[in-house]
């Protein structure tokens, strides 16, 4: 006799494989926006502002 197939097995395996596929493409995509991020200068540390130095004195 035959084995029976098992459907929820080879199921999951595809659920794995989709979200293993997907979160390459976001660590492909955040590597590549960190590149192009680096091109542009940001502030110094010392030259941040936080919202405690922006709120206005009494």
Not at 18 to 33: D, N
Not at 45 to 55: Q, R, V
């Amino acid at each position: 006799m035959a084995r029976k197939p098992n459907y929820n097995f080879e199921k999951r395996q595809k659920d794995l494989a989709r979200i293993k596929k997907k979160e390459e493409k976001l660590q492909k995509k955040a590597l590549k926006k960190d590149a192009l991020g680096n091109d542009i200068p940001e502030a110094e540390d010392g030259e941040e502002t936080t919202e405690e130095d922006t709120s206005t004195p009494e």
